[in-house]
């Protein structure tokens, strides 16, 4: 079955420090992959997204992400975060003849001073 | 602005009463999608519609019903509300299979 794991439900970190978020994945085919973020009480943003090629993205509010096909993941990071960061993060898997989506559980993120 | 606007942004709503999510996209995405959204459980798909005229069922669908008369408005309804549809509904839509969803601020729905 094809699903979607974000091992880490939280994450603390304080703020000018780096962050990785974990995604991996289990689909019969290379997927397309994406980055969403939301803040609190808001929808969530696309952040940056995969579909072939150079296995580093970059995304915007200087994240990037690194699809490594043999081990099925595709990790989030930013080099300096910024208290503007603390929300929550969200991997999303798909396929190019499905429209649909399948999401991780999500990771929430907290900047500490 | 171009984008998904969902009405209401919120709502407490008694069980049983009958309820309909409103979502409008400006942007002529051919597909439209509703998630709900509970803690620790992320987004899970309720139904979507790859094209106007069709729909289909996602994985949580049961006690919710969709229309997609035209392309702009994807309507989600709850025939007889119950406690367990208490949630953040979120509208979303996107170009085309794969691309990515664009997604609207959310309903906050309560029930009672």
């Known amino acids: 079955a094809q699903s979607v794991t974000q091992p880490d439900i939280h994450i603390t970190v304080s703020e000018g420090a780096s962050l990785e978020l974990r995604c991996n994945y289990s689909?019969?085919?290379?997927?397309?992959l994406f980055w969403y973020v939301q803040s609190p009480g808001q929808g969530l943003q696309l952040l940056l997204k995969y579909f072939s090629g150079d296995t580093l993205v970059q995304g915007i509010k200087g994240f990037e992400a690194e699809f490594k096909r043999s081990q099925s993941s595709f990790n989030l990071r930013k080099p300096s975060v910024h208290w503007s960061d603390a929300a929550e993060y969200f991997c999303a898997v798909g396929l190019s003849n499905d429209y649909k989506l399948s999401f991780g559980a999500g990771t929430t993120v907290t900047v500490r001073a | 602005i171009a984008g998904i606007t969902q009405a209401p942004t919120s709502q407490i709503l008694a069980a049983g009463r009958r309820m309909t999510l409103r979502c409008t996209q400006d942007m002529r995405h051919n597909a439209m999608y509703w998630y709900r959204q509970d803690l620790g459980l992320g987004l899970r798909l309720i139904h979507y519609?790859?094209?106007?005229?069709?729909?289909g069922k996602g994985e949580v669908p049961d006690g919710y019903s969709v229309s997609r008369a035209n392309t702009d408005d994807f309507p989600l309804t709850l025939a007889s509300a119950v406690p367990s549809q208490t949630s953040v509904y979120f509208c979303a839509s996107s170009s085309e299979g794969g691309q990515p969803q664009h997604f609207g601020d959310g309903t906050r729905l309560s029930i009672l």
């Open positions: 689909y019969g085919a290379t997927p397309y």
């Open positions: 519609s790859n094209t106007a005229g069709t729909t």
